[in-house]
Structure formats: structure tokens, C-alpha cells
């Protein structure tokens, strides 16, 4: 999977966003207005940062060189996946729902409802 692709799919998940925040080097997805996915345009590595359970992202960096931690926006269970043959498409698919799904689960009842019935 290509930037390109990954940004697609995640743009296909209901209620999904993408903007440029301030510094204009990164693409950053959202669900209802909070960040989800966080794709660098300005790194040469292709890469995806998303959200992760603490317990799940531990699992994952022991599991797999393409993952490590990452702590952008001073938030502690960020995994920074780099796109290479080492990560099939299955696993970032797997990884991307993830991070949505934690995101949907943590936002206010109203903004679910909106969300449900976008």
C-alpha cells in the first residue's frame, strides 16, 4: 500500500476528514474532528502514525521492525508504522480500523450519534 492508497482508505471510513495542520508537512485524518491517522509528506520513509491501546502497541513494536513508538502531539500510545514489505496490507488495514475504532469508542455520545446517522 502507497500513501496514496492508505489515505483512500482512510477516507472511506465514515466521517473521516483530512486536513493540513499548521505546519503544512503532514496529513492528518480525523474522525469528528479528532486526529486518528497522522501521514508525514515531507519524510522520505512512507509512514502511517495511529492511535493505539497501550497493551496492543507494546505488542506490536516487539512483533514487528516496521513499528515503532511514536509520541507526536505529546500523546503516549501512538505507533509510527513505516510502510514496507515487511507490513502486508491486511496488518495496516487491521492497524488503521484500530485506531479509528479507539477514537469512535472515546468520542461524546452526541458526536456518535452524528456519526451514526451521517
Known amino acids: 500500500m502507497n ?8 477516507l472511506s471510513l465514515k466521517g473521516t476528514t483530512e ?8 496529513l492528518v485524518l480525523k474522525v ?11 519524510n522520505p520513509e512512507t509512514q502511517i502514525t495511529l492511535k493505539c491501546d497501550p497493551e496492543k502497541a507494546i505488542t ?29 496490507q491486511r496488518l495496516l488495514i487491521e492497524l488503521i480500523q484500530h485506531s479509528y475504532n479507539l477514537v ?3 468520542l461524546p455520545r452526541k458526536l456518535k450519534e452524528e456519526l451514526n446517522n451521517s
Open 60 to 88: 506490536l513494536r516487539e512483533k514487528y521492525d516496521s513499528i515503532t513508538a511514536a509520541y507526536h502531539f505529546n500523546k503516549k500510545h501512538w505507533n509510527s508504522v513505516k510502510i514496507d514489505p515487511s507490513v502486508s
Open 32 to 42: 469528528q474532528g479528532k486526529m486518528f491517522a497522522l501521514i508525514p509528506l515531507d
Open 104 to 106: 469512535v469508542a472515546g
Open 19 to 26: 486536513c493540513f495542520p499548521f505546519d503544512d508537512v503532514s
Open 3 to 10: 500513501i496514496e492508497e492508505l489515505r483512500e482508505y482512510c
